[in-house]
């Protein structure tokens, strides 16, 4: 055999045994994540609030609990996650929301949010529908756009 086809079958049981791996850490994950996921939805509670602002802050800077900040790893505490300021009653108090309906929780307006403990996994309008925010244009649509309104066509969705 030559050298090429000795490297070439290296190559390919390297890449098929790190394949293998992936699948296999990926199903832990996920079984991993549906665990949390029912914990969440165990413990979900559901509180009228007013949303006073949200921002993407590190753990350190948020105004969460000392007790909270100390629980997450230490990769983590770097990362930016999505934080809501909101009001619940008369109390004031930090909470972390979903990445998945960052985009959609309105700032200062009141709203019904599924909590689980200080996680917000779900937010509806009290007054009316919670605004889906507008998709922002790519940059080839953006140039489409503006070639066709100096043209003067009308605009192609």
Request: net charge positive.
């Amino acid at each position: 055999m030559s050298t090429g086809a000795i490297v070439a079958i290296v190559i390919a049981v390297i890449l098929v045994a790190a394949i293998v791996a992936l699948i296999i850490i990926g199903k832990k994950a996920q079984k991993r994540q549906e665990e949390q996921q029912v914990q969440l939805d165990a413990m979900k509670q559901t509180l009228t609030m007013l949303i006073i602002d949200k921002k993407r802050m590190k753990l350190n800077e948020s105004g969460l609990p000392q007790s909270v900040i100390e629980q997450t790893p230490k990769l983590l505490r770097r990362s930016k996650l999505p934080i809501l300021k909101v009001r619940v009653g008369n109390r004031v108090m930090s909470l972390i929301c979903d990445e998945k309906i960052y985009d959609q929780v309105p700032v200062k307006k009141e709203v019904k949010a599924s909590v689980s403990g200080i996680y917000v996994t779900e937010v509806k309008g009290l007054h009316g529908k919670v605004q889906a925010p507008e998709q922002k244009k790519g940059f080839f649509k953006n140039l489409i756009a503006k070639a066709q309104e100096k043209a003067g066509a009308k605009m192609v969705k």
